[in-house]
């Protein structure tokens, strides 16, 4: 038995050491890796699994996002050339127009490598009858090809008559390919329900697969359409029934999409394509999917930017988006999202910005639809930014899930990230960036509209909550780069 207690402990002091040495390499913040160090300590054997799990950083990715990289630059840089060979030059026309937009340009061109869009006509769809419709005209319409990505796809009403729609137009010679994550679709997907939509002539892939364990937390939360390389959606919404009717719990769901028609587009289809590449190992890059690019529309010209983030970027992508809108802004900045757990550097821009004397506001949403943890987090942030003028409401008239940001009326972005480090920092997700002074307002005004359903969050009535209550809140902090 002594030889054996012996043993043990040199198994785990070794196991401990190995562990730390490696978390210590990776050069994350001080904090992150002293608390990992503490979970493999403490939980040996399961904190390991935790970490794989959830824990790790780019680095765990660099081979296959370099292969994915690769794969991106020589089949895509050929068919978006005409986008990206005036790059310096729009950048600039637009520069006279606002010094800032030419900065936040800049860095999303670098962080995720996007394409500055021109010659789009954008719409904003603020709801699921107005998104579904018009996304179904789009569809009946499609000539070549239908491309959908969503984080959730259920089994309602709804979906199944676009299953309908869906299967006709591929009889009818309409190529239809569908992405949707294992993990968010998993109460409505099931193989005999891809079998169906194999059958009826639609290509349907999960993102990732379930029995690769190891990347089981990574989810791919984006939500894209493309019809004909020529018309996009993204933003908020997936594919159900409860953005029609609210679902489980609520009588409205609030949420936003844009449509893009034109340069946008195409950047859309090349996202679509990478994740479809990655899922299915099939190459779709050819010029019969980019259509905008060599025939531009003449409907509109509102520049517009489409950039991703992931686990595997170089580049924490779109929380740069938003630090640097936060901390640009000079009059006020408007965010919606349903969660609000904020990470140290969104948190200090939020209170950097209210302190300057910008108008900061955020809605988040009254009540959660489904895990409440996230918004009992989310509790004990808001009390982290309003001491400094922050001023934050919560939506009352259904089930907010918009994820928006805008400031000062020039600039805009709608898309599928969350005000949560789970988006910012593990998710796959999207956003579309607008230049568009009009949208802008137009998006902001929809804000005013939605602040009449709202209660502003008073600290002191948190206070009075009681102490279990504002424990339990506490404790549910803790699981903040989790939730």
């Known amino acids: 038995m002594s030889h054996i207690a012996t043993i043990l402990s040199t198994a785990l002091a070794l196991y401990a050491l190995v562990g730390a040495v490696y978390l210590i390499s990776e050069n994350r913040r001080p904090q992150a890796t002293l608390a990992w160090i503490l979970v493999l300590i403490f939980l040996p054997g399961l904190g390991l699994v935790v970490y794989v799990l959830f824990g790790r950083g780019r680095k765990a990715f660099a081979k296959q996002s370099k292969l994915l990289m690769q794969d991106l630059e020589a089949n895509a840089k050929p068919l978006l050339a005409p986008i990206l060979s005036r790059q310096d030059a729009e950048i600039a026309r637009l520069e006279v127009e606002s010094a800032s937009a030419r900065k936040l340009m800049m860095l999303v061109r670098r962080n995720s490598h996007s394409a500055l869009t021109r010659c789009n006509t954008v719409e904003i769809l603020q709801n699921g009858a107005a998104f579904y419709a018009r996304m179904i005209e789009d569809v009946e319409a499609a000539r070549h090809s239908i491309h959908l990505q969503y984080f959730i796809w259920g089994l309602d009403d709804f979906t ?95 949420d ?14 090349s996202v679509f394509m990478v ?56 009059h006020h900045v408007f965010l919606q999202s349903p969660y609000f757990i904020v990470d140290a550097s969104i948190a200090e821009a939020l209170r950097s910005a209210a302190l300057s004397g910008v108008d900061v506001k955020v809605m988040l949403t009254a009540r959660a639809s489904g895990d409440p943890v996230p918004g009992w987090a989310g509790n004990t942030f808001i009390l982290d930014v309003i001491n400094a003028g922050v001023r934050v409401f919560m939506y009352e008239k259904g089930y907010l899930h918009a994820k928006t940001i805008s400031i000062d009326s020039q600039i805009c972005s709608i898309g599928s990230t969350n005000i949560d480090i789970r988006s910012f920092s593990i ?13 802008a307002k137009e998006l902001e005004d929809a804000f005013a509209q ?10 002191n009535e948190y206070a009075r909550r009681g102490a279990t209550m504002r424990f339990r809140d506490s404790a549910a902090r803790l699981l903040s780069p989790l939730l």
């Open 427 to 439: 998710n796959y997700e999207i956003n579309a960036v607008l230049y568009d002074e009009r949208l």
């Open 256 to 269: 936003t999409q844009v449509r893009i028609v034109g340069e946008g587009a195409a950047v859309l289809q």
């Open 450 to 459: 939605d602040l009449t359903h709202c209660i502003e969050f008073d600290p």
């Open 160 to 254: 199944n008559d676009l299953k309908r729609i869906l299967s006709t137009r591929a009889k009818e010679g309409v190529e239809v390919r569908l992405l949707y994550d294992p993990i968010g679709s998993q109460a409505h997907v099931d193989r005999a329900y891809v079998k169906e939509m194999e059958a009826a002539g639609i290509r349907m892939a999960p993102t990732s697969p379930l029995w690769r364990l190891h990347t089981i937390s990574y989810r791919n939360h984006r939500k894209i359409t493309v019809i004909d390389g020529r018309i996009g959606y993204t933003g908020g919404m997936n594919i159900g029934q409860e953005h029609l009717d609210g679902g489980e719990g609520f009588d409205f769901w609030r």
């Open 275 to 330: 994740d479809w590449y990655n899922a299915v190992r099939e190459n779709l890059f050819s010029p019969v999917y980019f259509p905008t690019v060599a025939t531009e529309p003449t409907a509109g010209d509102i520049p517009v930017q489409i950039l991703t983030s992931g686990p595997d970027s170089q580049w924490a992508a779109i929380r740069q988006l938003y630090f640097f809108m936060i901390v640009s802004a000079q």
